[in-house]
């Protein structure tokens, strides 16, 4: 991957001349800054100034034109994260004429994504916040191709996953710092700004405490459709034999059980499991399976990611690198170990991540509850968890307290002192924990992926009415099927009607199997009833309501 930007295949003259002519182009999505990514026609960056320029001309277009709305706060996010303070973007603006008076500017030819990356030292910032925004970011401009070029803006170094994020393109992606390499001004001849959030599953607690995105638009199928992709650029075949009886846990064959394992996820130096060979014995003991151990510290990411791929079980520390979930086969089972005092309802990243629709992963959580087993290091720094530059008062609340309380992120010490404890591990208790997680879990289904095809509206949809006497009336509701269901197996067909008394607030539910029903509870003569129905595929695919019926007794 090549950082040397082609000026071969530009005239440019001709470029220069159309920026002095045209100034620059801003075509936006999103109604809000924190919904928007806006595309740009000559889009410059001054690395005197560390601004990007938007230079005005006759032919300039800013849509939307907020005016000076732009700097409340900001014209959009730079990362994915939403509303964050220090992601904001926005441009300086100057008249084209001003370009005769400027440093020659250079023009990069390539279609370029700019944006923030939030925190590229850490493994679950690096896929949850970064790459599958990227990803899906790129999915969604055509010209954002494999020869896109992408520039990172936060400001940081490559930092130690950057062999990741050069998968997103065949172009070296270049830093904020590399951009006065190229001069004092840089124009970007196509350039889009920001990244979706609709892959984004969880918020960090910034203003409410941490927890899963109030309206998560993903699915564990974007989700794998991804972790694929990835993983053809890294050369990783999956190796299909845990999918092929949905990594149950269940074995009816000896012979099928010989090549399922079990992938402990190690962390060297913080948050350690004191006992790790011990743990690995008693999980090989009690399912007769390898147990493999993989960590970032020792071993590329590809080989990791390799060994994941195929793993029946995965078992972890809390922690960043427990994002490689996504990276499991269907079925398999995620277990994530917590130190003590520490809350597993109150941090749940990967929890929410395993148990998105149609992931199918297992997620099983455990807590050390033994105090005498929690190893803890008040002396730290800080960062670590370190408590002894605090207040000895508050010191000693935080040594007595058994359970953190809700906390914003992202330096709440009593926080940081539990989270990066070392805990030995009660095998025990662990072993209890993950066999009713795995029993209570055996009768959900297994294999396949369920069908996510939704029903059709029903067609034909009406009503007929007989008055029986003056206290009795019926209601005939009769429908055809949807229109797709005739191209579909559907294992269980079936219709919801509701019925309402107009002007009531409330309804009458009933499900039914056929395409008909005759209703004579409740009817009453010479009232006019509204009714509703929908199909229903599996019990749990839901369809939309048919147009109401006004049916008058
Ligand atoms: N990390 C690691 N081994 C360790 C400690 C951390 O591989 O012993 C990795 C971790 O997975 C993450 C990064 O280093 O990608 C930062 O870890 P930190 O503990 O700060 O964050 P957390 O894992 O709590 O998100």
């Not at 530009?10 to 920026?19: E, K, N, T």
């Amino acid at each position: 991957q090549s950082q040397e930007i082609s000026q071969a295949q530009i005239d440019y003259h001709l470029v220069l001349q159309a920026l002095q002519e045209h100034g620059t182009r801003m075509v936006c999505t999103g109604k809000m800054h924190t919904d928007r990514i806006c595309r740009f026609d000559n889009l410059c960056y001054s690395s005197e100034a560390e601004d990007f320029v938007f230079f005005h001309s006759n032919s300039s277009v800013m849509l939307p034109n907020l005016g000076s709305r732009r700097f409340q706060p900001a014209l959009l996010d730079l990362s994915s994260v939403e509303d964050h303070n220090t992601q904001y973007f926005n441009f300086l603006e100057l008249p084209a004429a001003a370009l005769k008076f400027m440093p020659k500017p250079v023009f990069v030819p390539d279609v370029t994504l700019i944006f923030n990356r939030f925190n590229p030292d850490n493994l679950m910032h690096v896929f949850h916040d970064d790459l599958l925004p990227a990803f899906y970011t790129m999915k969604q401009y055509l010209d954002l191709d494999d020869e896109a070029r992408l520039v990172f803006m936060e400001g940081w170094g490559e930092g130690p996953h950057f062999d990741l994020y050069q998968f997103l393109s065949t172009k070296q992606p270049l830093l904020k710092d590399q951009l006065k390499n190229f001069g004092k001004l840089m124009c970007f001849t196509k350039s889009y700004i920001g990244l979706t959030k609709m892959t984004t599953w969880y918020q960090y607690g910034f203003v409410q405490p941490q927890g899963p995105k109030a309206n998560i638009l993903v699915s564990g199928n974007e989700i794998r459709q991804f972790a694929k992709a990835f993983m053809e650029k890294m050369n990783i075949t999956r190796v299909e034999k845990a999918d092929k009886n949905g990594g149950n846990l269940e074995y009816d064959k000896e012979s099928e059980r010989m090549d399922e394992y079990i992938v402990l996820f190690s962390r060297s130096t913080t948050r350690l499991i004191l006992n790790e060979a011990e743990l690995i014995m008693a999980l090989a003991q009690e399912f007769q399976m390898r147990v493999v151990t993989v960590s970032l510290e020792e071993q590329s990411f590809p080989s990791l990611i390799q060994v994941i791929s195929g793993a029946s079980m995965l078992i972890s520390m809390h922690g960043a690198q427990l994002v490689s979930s996504l990276f499991l086969p269907r079925g398999a089972v995620v277990v994530e170990l917590f130190p003590f005092a520490v809350n597993p309802e109150q941090y749940t990243p990967y929890k929410t991540l395993t148990s998105l629709p149609g992931m199918d992963l297992h997620y099983i959580s455990w807590r050390n509850t033994k105090e005498e087993n929690t190893v803890i290091h008040p002396d730290r720094s800080w960062e670590q968890g370190g408590i002894v530059h605090l207040e000895k008062e508050e010191q000693e609340r935080i040594l007595a307290s058994k359970d953190v309380p809700r906390h914003l992120c992202c330096r709440n010490p009593e926080w940081l002192f539990r989270i990066y404890q070392d805990t030995l591990v009660d095998i025990q208790s662990f072993l209890e924990v993950l066999k009713e997680g795995i029993n209570s879990k055996s009768n959900l289904k297994k294999g396949k992926a369920a069908s996510t095809v939704h029903p059709g509206r029903v067609r034909e949809a009406q009503c007929q009415t007989y008055i029986q006497n003056s206290n009795e009336a019926k209601l005939t509701v009769s429908w055809q099927i949807p229109w797709n269901l005739k191209y579909l197996k559907v294992r269980e067909v079936k219709y919801e009607v509701w019925i309402q008394e107009q002007g009531e607030n409330t309804y009458m539910p009933y499900i039914l199997p056929q395409q008909n029903y005759t209703f004579s509870e409740n009817i009453k003569p010479f009232t006019t009833y509204l009714v509703w129905v929908r199909c229903i595929f599996n019990k749990n695919l839901l369809g939309p309501f048919a147009d109401v019926l006004m049916c008058k007794t």
